[in-house]
Structures are given as structure tokens and as C-alpha cells.
């Protein structure tokens, strides 16, 4: 899970962890100001995540969701943060207002500026 991830880069606070045997899942709860974003991984994983495809076009035309969006204060900052992280990094800075890489799980992740 990539619970440390999400609250070094992104200021997330990790608010709880479980697990729900029935779904087979544990689980993270992280906030950030109004914004919750909960993590889940299965016991016993069956699909291959994303970690190898380094196409965002590919990465976008999977049916169901196929990324989340998070927002930050320096947009520069942060891709140069993430690429000394050796974060697969998608895209460069488009437009100066969003980049695309992948969670250290292979979810492909949105970079958007404030």
C-alpha cells in the first residue's frame, strides 16, 4: 500500500488502518484538509497493476476508474521530487498545470497545480 507515499509527497496523514475479512481487503484512511482518499489492497491479489505500461493513452483507455486527480501548491516542486524518487513519471509538466505519473501501487495519479 502506499500509505507513506501519498503522506510524504502529498501531505496526506494516515487517520486509521484496517482490515475487512469478508471483502478479503486491508485498508488505509488518509485525509488532507477536506479531502479523504482511503487506500485498499486485497489479501490476495489477482490483476497485475500498472507498473510496467508507460503510455498514459493505454493507462486511460482501461474501462472503470482508471486515475484520481490530486492537486498541490508547486507543481515544479513536486515532479522534481517525485522524478529524484525515481516515481514513474508518465508525462513531463504539460502546459504548466499537470503532469501524470504512477503510485508506488501502478494507480496512474494526476499532478495538477492549485
Not at 496526506?12 to 482518499?37: H, P
Not at 474501462?63 to 490530486?70: E, F
Amino acid at each position: 500500500m502506499a500509505v507513506n507515499w501519498y503522506c510524504q509527497n502529498f501531505g496526506f496523514s494516515e487517520q486509521k488502518r484496517f482490515a475487512k475479512q469478508e471483502f478479503e481487503i486491508s485498508g488505509a484512511v488518509l485525509t488532507n484538509e477536506d479531502t479523504m482518499l482511503e487506500l485498499l489492497e486485497p489479501f490476495h491479489p489477482i490483476l497485475k497493476n500498472n507498473k510496467d505500461v508507460k503510455d498514459l493513452t493505454s493507462l486511460l483507455r482501461k474501462t472503470g476508474l482508471n486515475h484520481i486527480a490530486i492537486q498541490v501548491n508547486d507543481l515544479k516542486k513536486t515532479y522534481d521530487t517525485l522524478q529524484e524518487q525515481n516515481t514513474p513519471l508518465i508525462t513531463n509538466i504539460i502546459s504548466n498545470q499537470f503532469f501524470f505519473c504512477l503510485d508506488p501501487d501502478g494507480i496512474p495519479l494526476e499532478v495538477k497545480q492549485k
